[in-house]
């Protein structure tokens, strides 16, 4: 009986823990498809926003960026403004900036207005680029890594003899 009591207890203890929120921010920058900074394990309280959460991390760990939580336009010292225009014709143009996917699903909403899931996550910043080709945006979210745009990734050295 003694024992029956004790598996009630547990199992009615464990039923009212709240879930564990843990989730990873990875950044992956404009010329390689691996992440340059990794954090894991990263505790949230429920309702936390994709924004206060990417600006605690950002602060918490030093890493130079530009922005809020409604927005972030340069991470790493990344080009931002004109300086992140690649003209490639007359009538065509990248436009390189930061874009978020959470568990690999990007939102159309703004970074503060994304609450967090339950649970684990996996929250990823990338370098990317959108086109611009005559008076129309045809692309969004591009990871520039997959072009290595010598705009954005010069050719490295050759090695010398």
Known sequence: MKKSAVVVLTFLNFSFVA???SHTLEVVGPCESEAVFISLDIAA???TTLGDF???IFNDHKLPFTGDRMGIASIFD???GIQALEILSDTQFRAYGWCVEVDGHASDQM???VILPEGNSRIVWFYAWALYE???W???CTPSWQTR????CPPKPMPSR
């Open 54 to 56: 990417s600006v605690r």
């Open 138 to 140: 045809t692309q969004y």
């Open 45 to 47: 309280a429920p309702g």
């Open 19 to 21: 879930p564990a929120q």
């Open 111 to 113: 970074i503060d207005q």
């Open 78 to 80: 990344s080009p931002t």
């Open 134 to 136: 005559s008076g129309v």
């Open 149 to 152: 745009s010598p705009y954005v």
